[in-house]
């Protein structure tokens, strides 16, 4: 039965979210079932494209990306594929009428990885939209289901939280990105003078976007807001854990939150949820 293949497949893109990524998963926990299965197979779509480009160094990245980019697109037109994780993240562009526009402006920046290593502000901002803002665009019409006109509402305001969150992922994997993979997205930064001067002029352009995302999460509706501020808190966290940083040490390892840091982060998130503490305005 495609009934149970079709299962099977979303507890495939469930099982790559849970491994990839704890903060996420987490998050994802909050939202609505029904609609729970849709936002692990963006995150399974979005990993595994990434992982192709980031991390296949012993393969032929270029023939894998493009193999994957076509299968993609094959299952999306047949509504189906072998590649559970494909064939899930097919299922919810039909069903969630998610535009083949976005899919392809986050392909097209997944591409730009495998050829370019440094970026003018033109590419910077071509690559964060493509690689965050239309992914969080994704994200939105399944928590809109339909609603096109509170789609359009909270679009801009996704649009904001998805670079701010991939803003934020540049710095914390600065080191990675320049020493394994020679790659610097600031533009005009050298790694070389990156000092506590060059660092707050990012984080300010990566608060104001912050500032903007939580206005919209505050409009989501509530079968995934408190999922999406949960996010929100984590990666926050993770910004004020930068501010704080010399910048000798960014450039040395990758920034992360630790597992009990997060757990309390989520409960004490919860906790404020129940006691009506946060503010949502619908």
């Given at each position: 039965?495609?009934?149970l293949f079709d299962q099977i497949s979303f507890e495939v893109s469930?099982?790559?979210?849970?491994?990839?990524?704890t903060s996420f998963s987490l998050g994802i926990r909050f939202i609505e079932p029904k609609i729970r299965n849709a936002i692990y197979s963006i995150y399974g779509f979005v990993r595994f494209a990434d992982e192709i480009v980031d991390t296949f160094h012993d393969y032929d990245k270029e023939m894998l990306f493009a193999r994957f980019k076509g299968d993609a697109?094959?299952?999306?037109?047949?509504e189906i594929s072998l590649n559970p994780i494909l064939n899930s993240f097919q299922d919810t562009v039909r069903k969630f009428h998610i535009d083949k526009e976005l899919i392809a402006t986050f392909l097209k920046s997944m591409e730009m990885d495998l050829y370019k290593n440094n970026y003018d502000y033109d590419g910077y901002n071509e690559y964060i939209v493509g690689s965050a803002e239309v992914v969080g665009l994704m994200c939105l019409k399944v928590y809109c289901n339909g609603d096109e006109e509170s789609y359009k509402s909270l679009k801009y305001y996704a649009e904001r939280l998805g670079s701010a969150y991939q803003k934020i992922n540049?710095?914390?994997?600065l080191s990675a990105d320049y020493n394994k993979l020679g790659r610097v997205y600031f533009p005009g930064v050298d790694i070389k003078e990156f000092n506590e001067c060059v660092k707050q002029k990012i984080l300010l352009?990566?608060?104001?976007?912050?500032?903007?995302g939580y206005k919209g999460i505050?409009?989501?509706?509530?079968?995934?807001?408190f999922g999406v501020y949960l996010?929100?808190?984590?990666f926050y966290s993770l910004f004020q854990k930068i501010r704080f940083m010399r910048p000798e040490l960014i450039l040395q390892k990758r920034i992360r939150i630790p597992d009990s840091y997060k757990f309390y982060l989520f409960f004490n998130s919860y906790v404020k949820n129940k006691l009506h503490l946060i503010q949502w305005q619908n």
């Open positions: 039965m495609k009934e469930k099982l790559a979210t849970k491994r990839y990524s697109y094959t299952a999306i037109e047949e540049f710095l914390r994997d352009d990566i608060e104001k976007d912050f500032l903007e505050l409009k989501l509706p509530k079968n995934s807001r996010s929100y808190i984590y």
